[in-house]
Structures are given as structure tokens and as C-alpha cells.
């Protein structure tokens, strides 16, 4: 049998997925490692498209999604984003995965470089990858509050490089990037000519400051802007999400979307479209929850000496388990077999020194599952350390 190319099998595992099928096999394990609302998706958004499949919405879509959908998310994207767009910059896509993926693929080709955070959703790299681009880290330092710092970012940048990929809320440091950071990132691609990647799947999870769409700030072709509907709506399993483009660019990311998937489910399409276009309260309920969630898991964390940093958007918060003297991932896998709590490892987002102290913790998981999750995290470190506990 032929080979398959040593790309593909070189391809790593999502670490974050690692750690989840271990917990999958350890039923009543405390579950903190994945971005999963712990909220039904809200009811009338179900209620919607249960009445459009039994109507007969069961059907194949425009590739690049429904009408009706596509004018809900330009209104969208005005209201709450402050961009200007029109239908025929947008595509819909089956969940935002696969709507950056698609993004990627029609910008990266071998022997092109992407510039994608080290620490970063690890699917960033694989889809790169996937693409046959080579990925080029630039660093998130926690002493500059997980800001990317052009002067980082700079050096890098080769006559190669043709995408910067920038992700404000962040997943898994839960930095939201100032509008200066957001500015300066926007004229370091405009004067490398370098196509600008914002994931802004986290758009509408913002605790504290403000969340800027690159898009807002200057109407530019190079910008490409991302979104779903998983985070939040707590629409995860429906796989629905969009990515914004000019129109040249969106017409080929429709053709990659159209290869990979046709459209996105019919009967999803009409529960966004529900979700874009009922009642707000529910994002308000669940964006106070996990702020809620984020400031008792912080104070709690902060008095055992364990908080990395505060993080001001997004759901997720990473917790400083060095005192334990082990690396990231062996903590979590031992937490995992020892105490049954899964969270995912720092090694799962990038390499440096960052990724080896810390563990993501996702807020998106019950109060109740927190509080004893981070109790067992809490003890495991004691137990590990040779140093005394925390002020505490
Ligand atoms: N971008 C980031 C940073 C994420 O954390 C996720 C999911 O965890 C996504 C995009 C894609 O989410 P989905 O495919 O569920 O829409």
C-alpha cells in the first residue's frame, strides 16, 4: 500500500483532545478541559427549528448559507460589531472550525508562511498545516497581559508570510485586545501586506473593556473576520458559524465550503437565524454567568497563590500549577487518573515556558463542578509541592 504523506502523519492530535478521550473513559470525572456551555441551547432557538424541519427546511442551502440568514448577520454585524458588510462577504459555515478553516485554505499554499499566537487554539496550526503552509509562532507574553506586541511579531515576517491569524477574546489566555493593540496589528499587516485572520468567535463574551473588530476600524480586503454561533448562544452541537470576507475572497472560500461541506445543516441555519433575530436576554443570562463563575474562580484561585492571569473575556482561565513542580501535561493527565478532574494542558496551545506552568480551566463548565474541581486541583498541587501553600 502507498504511503501516506508524512505531513498527514506527522499531524499531532489536538492536545486538548487527548485529554478528552481519557476522560471519556473515566465516567464521573469532573469535566473543565473543553469550552462547552453548560446551557441548553435557549428554547426558542430550538423551538425554531424543530417548526422549520417539520416545514420542510430539511433541505440542501446555498453554499454560502441561507438568504435570510446572511441579512440577520450583516445586521448583526453592524449592530454589535460595527462592520460594514453585505450578503456577498459572507459565508456561512459548518460551525467557526470549519469556516477558519476554510479561510485558511483559500490564503495559504505550500511554501507560504502563517503567522498564528503561541499560546492559541490549536486548530490554527493543523489547518495551516493541513494547507501546506508553515507555521511561524509569535509570542503572547503574560508580563504584557497576553497582548500580541507587533515588535514581536515583526521580526518574523518574511517574504513569505502571508497570513497573521489574531484571536481577541482569547482562547485559552482570555486576553481581549485593546483598541490600540487592535490598530497596530491592522498597520503591521497593512504595511507587510499580509492578510489579517481575526477569530472572533468569543465576540460577545467580554467582562471587562470592550471587544474591537479589526473590521470596524478600517474597511481593508486583507481582513478577514470569523464567528460562530457556539459560544455565544450555546449552540455548540448545531455547527453553525460565518466568516466575513471581501466579496473576491468570499466567493473563493464559498467554493472551499462547497467542496468540504455543500452548506451547513438547513435546520441550523434557521436556528441561528432564530437566535440572531429573538430575544437577546438569553446571551445577557449566560455572559453574566460566566462572569460570575470568572470572579469567584479567580478569588479562589488568587488565595492559593494559583492564578495565572484574569482573564476579561471568553470562558476560560489558566491556572499556575508550577508550585507542583511538574509539567503541564503530565498535571493533567495525573489529575485526571488521580482525582478524576480533567483540564487541559498549557502544552496544548503552544511551547513556550507559559504553556509548561499552566493549566486552561473552562468556565463554561457548572459553579459546582468548578468549586470541587478546583478543590481536587488545589490539593493535588499540595501534595506535589515542596513548598508551603498559598496565603490561604
Ligand atoms: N475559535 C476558537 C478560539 C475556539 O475556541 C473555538 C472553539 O472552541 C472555535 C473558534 C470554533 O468553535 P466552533 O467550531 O464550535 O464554532
Known amino acids: 500500500m502507498r504511503a501516506l504523506p ?3 502523519r506527522a499531524l499531532p492530535h489536538s492536545g486538548i483532545r487527548e485529554v478528552v478521550n481519557e476522560a471519556l473513559r473515566r465516567p464521573g470525572c469532573i469535566r473543565l478541559e473543553v469550552g462547552e456551555p453548560n ?12 417548526e422549520a424541519a417539520r416545514q420542510g427546511a430539511t433541505k440542501y442551502t446555498a453554499t454560502a448559507g441561507l438568504l435570510s440568514l446572511r441579512e440577520a448577520i450583516c445586521a448583526k454585524l453592524r449592530a454589535v460589531n460595527g462592520i460594514t458588510a453585505n450578503v456577498e462577504q459572507i459565508n456561512v459555515s459548518a460551525g467557526g472550525v470549519n469556516g477558519i478553516a476554510a479561510a485558511l485554505t483559500a490564503l495559504l499554499e505550500r511554501g507560504d508562511e502563517a503567522l498564528i499566537p503561541d ?3 490549536p486548530n490554527y496550526a493543523m489547518q495551516a498545516e493541513i494547507a501546506g503552509a508553515t507555521v511561524v509562532r509569535y509570542p503572547l507574553q503574560p508580563q504584557r497581559g497576553f497582548q500580541p506586541d507587533p515588535g514581536d511579531i515583526e521580526p518574523l515576517i518574511t517574504p513569505r508570510t502571508k497570513a497573521l491569524v489574531i484571536n481577541s477574546p482569547c482562547n485559552p489566555t482570555g486576553a481581549v ?3 490600540e493593540t487592535v490598530a497596530a496589528l491592522l498597520d503591521l499587516a497593512q504595511r507587510h501586506d499580509l492578510y489579517l485572520v481575526a477569530d472572533e468567535c468569543y465576540d460577545q463574551l467580554v467582562y471587562e473593556g470592550a471587544h474591537i473588530s479589526p473590521a470596524a476600524l478600517c474597511l481593508d480586503e486583507r481582513i478577514i473576520s470569523c464567528f460562530t454561533f457556539s459560544k455565544t448562544y450555546a449552540m455548540t452541537g448545531w455547527r453553525v458559524g460565518y466568516v466575513v470576507a471581501a466579496a473576491p475572497l468570499a466567493d473563493v472560500i464559498t467554493r472551499i465550503l462547497e467542496a468540504n461541506v455543500s452548506c451547513a445543516a438547513m435546520p441550523a441555519q434557521r436556528a441561528a437565524e432564530a437566535a440572531l433575530l429573538g430575544p437577546q436576554q438569553c446571551v445577557e443570562e449566560m455572559a453574566a454567568a460566566y462572569d460570575s463563575r470568572r470572579r469567584r474562580v479567580c478569588a479562589y484561585l488568587s488565595a492559593h497563590g494559583l492564578l495565572g492571569y484574569v482573564p476579561q473575556g471568553a470562558f476560560y482561565v489558566m491556572v499556575d500549577v508550577s508550585r507542583s513542580g511538574m509539567k ?3 498535571f493533567a493527565f495525573g ?7 480533567a483540564v487541559a494542558p498549557g502544552t496544548a496551545f503552544g511551547s513556550s515556558d507559559s504553556a509548561q506552568r499552566h493549566v486552561r480551566v473552562s468556565l463554561a463548565s457548572a459553579q459546582s463542578d468548578l468549586d470541587e474541581g478546583l478543590a481536587r486541583l488545589h490539593r493535588y498541587v499540595m501534595e506535589h509541592s515542596a513548598t508551603p501553600a498559598g496565603s490561604a
Do not use: M
Open 6 to 8: 508524512d505531513s498527514r
Open 39 to 50: 446551557f441548553a441551547t435557549p428554547e426558542h432557538i430550538v423551538q425554531a427549528a424543530y
Open 119 to 121: 499560546p492559541a487554539w
Open 177 to 179: 485586545f485593546s483598541r
Open 328 to 330: 503541564a501535561r503530565d
Open 335 to 341: 489529575l485526571l487518573r488521580q482525582h478524576g478532574v
